[in-house]
């Protein structure tokens, strides 16, 4: 296993690498009966190169697994905070449509007084809207930037795009 963990571009990149190392961990773990067997065997020689050998084995087996368990948490973390960058994005864009859609239907003109105090309403929520709709923009945005740090230089441009489409539509 490298020491780092790679940096991907994409959600669903992360979640295959951290399926990756789920795997990974799971075949280093498995190994550990098959050490431990080796190293009992090994004892019964009484040779002190045989027990060199078998206490590095053992030592390397520990930091293979000690670094899996590392790179798998570090994943766990990355796909999380992509998979809430995602959710934070697609409400903030549903809110968006959703108040795009009340600005249009209060567009038509009316000539009543009523339909027309109908509309100022409209105009008054969806202003009164507003400060909701900055807040989601800068808890995406806010996301976004935590995201980038940990991800491939590709999809940090993708997710600059998203964030910037979302804030100019």
């Known amino acids: ?15 295959n690498l951290l399926q990756f190392y789920r795997n990974q961990l799971q075949d280093i773990n498995a190994h550990e009966s098959t050490v431990d ?13 045989v027990q060199d050998n ?16 590392q790179h798998l948490a ?3 973390v990355l796909v999380d905070q ?5 959710d934070k994005l697609q409400h903030a864009n549903d809110w968006l449509q959703v108040h795009k859609v009340r600005l249009a239907s ?3 003109m ?24 900055e807040d989601r923009m800068r808890v995406v945005q806010k996301a976004g930037a935590e995201v980038c ?3 491939a230089e590709d999809g940090q441009k993708l997710i600059q795009r998203e964030v910037d489409w979302l804030v100019q539509s």
């Open 1 to 15: 296993l490298n020491s780092d963990v790679e940096r991907k571009s994409t959600l669903s990149e992360k979640r």
């Open 37 to 49: 067997s080796v190293a009992d065997r090994g004892e019964m020689l009484g040779s002190a190169n």
């Open 54 to 69: 078998l206490s590095q084995l053992r030592s390397r087996l520990s930091k293979l697994q000690a670094t899996a368990s």
């Open 74 to 76: 570090q994943c766990e």
């Open 82 to 86: 992509h998979q809430q960058f995602q």
């Open 106 to 108: 209060s567009e038509h």
């Open 110 to 133: 009316a000539t009543d007084k009523m339909a027309v105090q109908a509309r100022l309403d409209k105009m008054e929520a969806l202003l009164q809207a507003l400060p909701d709709g």
């Open 149 to 151: 740090e940990e991800t």
